[in-house]
Structure formats: C-alpha cells, structure tokens
C-alpha cells in the first residue's frame, strides 16, 4: 500500500479538559504506522473511508474494538477508571446516518458508571470533509480518544467534593464589591471601614475554584438586601 499523505502528528487530540491524567493514551504516529504493516487492509480502510461515503463508523468500530482489548498497547493504551470504550451507530428516518454515540464504561469504587458523548454526526469525526483512508482513520482514532478523555475529566470533577473559600469584600453603593479571597473557611473580624462608609463583608462559599466562590459570594450578599 503506498503511504498517504498526512500532515503534522505531533500534538494529538488527547488531551482531557483539565490538568487530570488522560484515561486514554494515544498515540497518532503508531497508528498509522499499524495500519500501514497491516491492519488498514485487515479492516478496510482504503480510499472509500471517508466522509462522503458515511463509511467512518462503520469501519472504525471494528479497529477501536481491537484497540480496545489491549491488541496493539503502543497505539491505544486506557488506564483506571476507564473499563471499556464503545461505539453505537446511529440512523434517522433513512436508516443508518453515518453517526454515532460514544460511550465510556468506568469501575469507581467497585460501582460501574456508563458515560456517553454527544451524538457525533458523520462528519464530526474529521477535521477535513476530503480526509479519507489512513489519514481519515489516525485522525478518526484521535477524535474518539479526546472525547473519551473529556468525559472521564467532567465525571472527575463532578465526584470532587468543591473547596471552602472565604470571600472577603467591600459595599459600594449597595453593590457587593470582592476583593479577596482566601482558601478555607475563616472567621473574619474587625478590619478599618474608614474609607469604604458602606461597610466591609465577608463570608464563607463552597466553590470548585476561586471565581467560582466570588460569584456566589456576590449572589449571597445581595440577597442580604431584599
């Protein structure tokens, strides 16, 4: 088979939405070097992987299913959480549309949770409508891994319980004003209100990250006017 052309592979689309470790590792490069040795005629994947031909999910189900099962580590490797990914196909009123829905299987705390992405449409799952073949399957890979870990990232944040913030602040004209805050819950007292005549306050929030806690901080101390 002769090598397609393919552009720059050097920043995958991996990476989660935040700083938490990716469950799924991929790596672009030795996927097309799989499916060159081999694989892309074992599944199919010539010039009619494309786009246009609504063939993607078709085919890259059979390739993330043995990706899946650990057949080739140093292409796809998932760490705990992560059980098992998935790929349903999708159809509309004219039978199958060429989409799909991904889902992720996770084991936490011996309980086991089934996330699923939204639906993906046939075209979702390259950057470039013309991409096709090996091109089209390294970059479909890719997409699947990203959405799988952005997943495994949100259900991260929803199971940490938020941090306590302490928000301190001033009154201008009614209007609640932050101007700090400090990590964890502290009791605040005195403090020189001489040059803001509205007063100073302060209170406690239960917040994932500071901004967050500035704004509840505000919403409660409006309501301290009503």
Same mark, same amino acid.
């Given at each position: 088979m002769t090598e397609p052309r393919h552009h720059d592979e050097a920043a995958p689309r991996t990476a989660p939405a935040s700083n938490g470790d990716p469950v799924i590792v991929y790596n672009p490069a030795a996927a097309r070097q799989w499916l060159l040795d081999g694989a892309a005629d074992e599944h199919g994947i010539d010039e009619s992987f494309t786009t246009?031909?609504?063939?993607?999910?078709?085919?890259?189900?059979?390739?993330?299913?043995?990706?899946d099962y650990g057949a080739v580590a140093e292409v796809w490797t998932t760490h705990p959480p992560?059980?098992?990914?998935?790929?349903?196909?999708?159809?509309?009123? @004219? %039978?199958? !549309?060429?989409?799909?829905?991904?889902?992720?299987?996770? $084991?936490?705390?011996?309980?086991?949770?089934?996330?699923?992405?939204?639906?993906?449409?046939?075209?979702?799952?390259?950057?470039?409508?013309?991409?096709s073949g090996i091109d089209a399957a390294v970059e479909a890979l890719g997409h699947v891994a990203h959405l799988v870990n952005t997943?495994?990232?949100?259900?991260?944040?929803?199971?940490?319980?938020?941090?306590?913030?302490?928000?301190?602040?001033?009154?201008?004209d009614d209007e609640p004003i932050p101007v700090g805050v400090i990590a964890g819950d502290h009791e605040v007292t @005195? %403090?020189? !209100?001489?040059?803001?005549?509205?007063?100073?306050?302060? $209170?406690?929030?239960?917040?994932p990250d500071t901004a967050t806690a500035q704004r509840f901080a505000i919403d409660e101390m409006r309501t301290t006017l009503l």
């Open positions: 246009s031909e609504l063939s993607i999910v078709a085919r890259l189900e059979d390739l993330l299913t043995e990706l992560l059980t098992g990914v998935l790929l349903w196909r999708t159809a509309d009123g @004219d %039978g199958v !549309d060429g989409g799909a829905v991904i889902t992720a299987d996770f $084991t936490i705390n011996g309980q086991p949770i089934r996330l699923a992405a939204r639906h993906q449409g046939f075209e979702d799952f390259t950057q470039r409508s013309d991409a997943e495994a990232d949100l259900l991260r944040r929803a199971l940490t319980p938020p941090d306590v913030y302490t928000v301190i602040g001033v009154w201008r @005195d %403090g020189d !209100d001489s040059e803001f005549e509205n007063g100073l306050w302060a $209170t406690s929030m239960s917040a």
